[in-house]
């Protein structure tokens, strides 16, 4: 069609005429070329960003995104772990967690609840009701109403349906044998962390170290799918103990009647197995509840036969006599002059309680002399003395991992007087803890040797570092027996049926810095049966008010309590035809 | 023939997007049972624990002197009074 047949039809529409819409001049308006360009870059750059855009999303910042969808989805877990047990050599159980809850609860919701709910939960929670709304009179979002509640009680809290109230998991400590055992075993704190003796010494190894999993949960709470572990939640490794359940009751109560008996402050007795140099018993009086400990004394927690130390007086003989017997300076025959009943060393006087003529070696030790100990220390340069001392272990803290064992006190025998010297071949002028004491007593009842103590189970008969010979230390024992007869310091202490050993010791208290004159610790440290030695045990009684106060008065017979019944618990065989105890009516006191 | 195969490769296609589900779905519940064993195997080491402490409470050297002596009427056994028998002896 051309341009020139449209002007000639002269038609009134102009498709009519021939002309295009397309082409018609009209809509020729001479646009710029670059604006549709510029709509086409305008496009190609909006694809650009989405492109771009969905190239952030996917490669570069997917971790993020990922992170977040995960955390919609799933759940983490928490694992928890428990603390170990602390059973007794029998596996009987001392110590044990087990899950209660925490109630705590957000103040302002808890109060709008109606007032007889909150006197209901003050009831289950066996507190004063205005001990509760005092705790919930706070500004705090957040306050713990009790804490370590029990199971059944949560049960019945959870029916009062309390708004605002909540619950949180965590653990409760019992411990099954109450007094009998807990200064053996120790406590937790609310938090399940150990506050005393063995929980403290081994919270590293009973400790539990929680976990966390991931999990996907479905609508109704169950888990349907495990996304592997988080960090792996660890149980505390359970502890035995070297403690027999049976010789540790034995123990407890033979101490408590000797406190109630004699009307003392206090009283410990401790009990080691001579082969092995476990710790069998360990008992104090006064004792406490670990279960409840809302009135705890410091005189309960104290650990006497661990944490104190006192001069041990004539218990320490036997060491004098073992290390001149040991040197051959003398026999068990050598007879001394112990009369006129005292001696004077450096200005001092020392005395005996009675006053014996002629005693032999032996007899010292059965009749207790102090002169006839100082005699025999006079042949004995202070240096070996003091060697012995050490090689007992005396002046050195025990390494038995127990908090707060203590070390006792020799000083070095290079600034010992002579009075001094004389004094501690008798006992006095240096102090050991009532375990120290009966740890020293292994070379007698072993063939000379010492072993380290150990108050976990000991599976193998740990080697011993021999400190005198066997041969001394048999006539040691010989000694000790003589002791625990009619005629010795320590005839209250003989067990019918067995033969025992052992020796006396009454020591005055050092008050403000000067002997005492009325307070005395009585001692008794026994070897048993003396045939075949199995037990050594030692007791201590703290300040006995009666009418007796010495060692053989109070400490020997008590020992002879405990030793009869832990024979017989133990199933040893009668080593002694003699079952008849004959007491002498004045039995022969010691020498102080 | 293409078109056979098509349909033969979606029918498999189909079948095995199903057993996928039918897996998911089984593992599912297999989880959620185990969890219950575990939960089971919790509760029944904390009634063990429960019943040890119990033991050692019933176990008692208190409690039973206590009842020996009392409900019982038991004494305390003496050397004297007990026969020993000893191996080897004649």
């Known amino acids: ?592 | 023939m293409s078109g056979k195969l098509n349909i033969v490769l979606a029918a498999l296609l189909v079948g095995c997007a199903l057993s996928v589900v039918n897996g998911r779905y089984q593992a599912r519940h297999l989880v959620i049972e185990s969890e219950r064993l575990q939960q089971q195997v919790r509760q029944l080491d904390i009634d063990w624990a429960q019943l040890q402490l119990d033991q050692s409470k019933l176990g008692k050297g208190e409690r039973i002197e206590q009842i020996a002596g009392a409900d019982l009427n038991m004494t305390p056994l003496t050397t004297a009074r007990t026969q020993y028998l000893m191996e080897g002896a004649p």
Do not use: C
Not at chain 1, 151 to 163: F, H, N, S, T
């Open chain 1, 1 to 592: 069609m051309k341009r020139g047949a449209h002007g000639v039809n002269g038609s009134r529409v102009a498709a009519s005429k021939g002309v295009a819409f397309s082409t018609s001049p009209v809509l020729a308006v001479g646009l710029p070329n670059w604006r549709s360009r510029l709509v086409l870059f305008a496009l190609f750059a909006a694809f650009v960003a989405l492109a771009a855009r969905a190239l952030w999303l996917q490669g570069m910042s997917t971790q993020f995104l990922q992170q977040q969808g995960k955390s919609r989805y799933e759940r983490t877990l928490e694992l928890p772990a428990t603390r170990g047990k602390i059973t007794d050599r029998n596996g009987q159980v001392l110590a044990s967690s087990l899950p209660v809850k925490a109630v705590w609860a957000i103040p302002e919701d808890v109060l709008k609840a109606p007032p007889e709910k909150l006197a209901e939960l003050a009831r289950l929670l066996d507190m004063p009701e205005a001990d509760v709304r005092k705790k919930l009179d706070s500004d705090r979002t957040f306050v713990y109403l009790k804490r370590q509640v029990e199971m059944d009680v949560i049960a019945r809290i959870e029916k009062l349906d309390i708004g605002g109230l909540g619950t949180r998991k965590e653990y409760k400590r019992f411990y099954p044998q109450g007094e009998v055992m807990t200064h053996l075993v120790g406590f937790t704190n609310v938090e399940d962390v150990g506050q005393e003796s063995m929980e403290l010494a081994q919270q590293i190894t009973l400790m539990g170290v929680p976990g966390s999993r991931r999990v996907i949960k479905d609508r109704l709470g169950r888990i349907v799918e495990d996304l592997g572990m988080f960090r792996e939640p660890h149980d505390g490794k359970d502890l035995v103990l070297s403690v027999d359940s049976k010789l540790q009751y034995i123990a407890f109560t033979s101490i408590k009647n000797a406190v109630e008996k004699y009307n003392a402050k206090a009283g410990a007795a401790v009990v080691l197995d001579v082969r092995t140099g476990e710790v069998l018993a360990l008992a104090n009086w006064p004792s406490y509840n670990p279960n409840d400990r809302s009135r705890l004394t410091g005189e309960q927690l104290r650990n006497r036969v661990i944490t104190d130390t006192f001069e041990p007086g004539s218990t320490l003989k036997p060491f004098t006599v073992a290390l001149a017997l040991e040197t051959r300076r003398v026999t068990p025959d050598t007879v001394f002059d112990v009369s006129p009943g005292y001696i004077v060393v450096g200005g001092h006087r020392i005395r005996d309680s009675h006053v014996h003529g002629q005693l032999t070696v032996s007899g010292i030790i059965q009749k207790s002399s102090n002169v006839g100990a100082v005699k025999i220390s006079q042949m004995i340069p202070a240096q070996e003395m003091w060697e012995l001392y050490t090689k007992s272990g005396f002046g050195q803290a025990p390494r038995v991992g127990f908090p707060g064992a203590v070390a006792g006190r020799v000083r070095p025998y290079k600034s010992w007087r002579p009075v001094e010297y004389a004094n501690m071949s008798f006992g006095h002028g240096l102090s050991v803890s009532l375990l120290q004491l009966a740890r020293s007593y292994m070379i007698f009842a072993r063939g000379g040797d010492i072993i380290p103590l150990s108050f976990a189970k000991v599976n193998e008969e740990p080697a011993g570092q021999q400190v005198i010979s066997p041969r001394t230390a048999a006539q040691i024992r010989t000694m000790l027996e003589s002791v625990v007869s009619p005629q010795g310091t320590a005839s209250k202490a003989q067990v019918a049926g067995y033969r025992v050993g052992g020796k006396t010791g009454t020591a005055q208290k050092i008050i403000d810095g000067r002997y005492s004159q009325s307070n005395y610790v009585g001692s008794f440290v026994g070897i048993a049966p003396l045939s075949k030695p199995r037990f050594i045990i030692a007791v201590m009684v703290d300040d006995p008010k009666g009418a007796v106060h010495t060692g053989g008065g109070v400490a020997a017979p008590t020992f002879a309590a405990l030793a009869a019944s832990a024979l017989r618990a133990d199933n040893i065989p009668p080593d002694s035809p003699v079952t008849d105890i004959i007491i002498p009516e004045n039995p022969l006191e010691e020498s102080m």
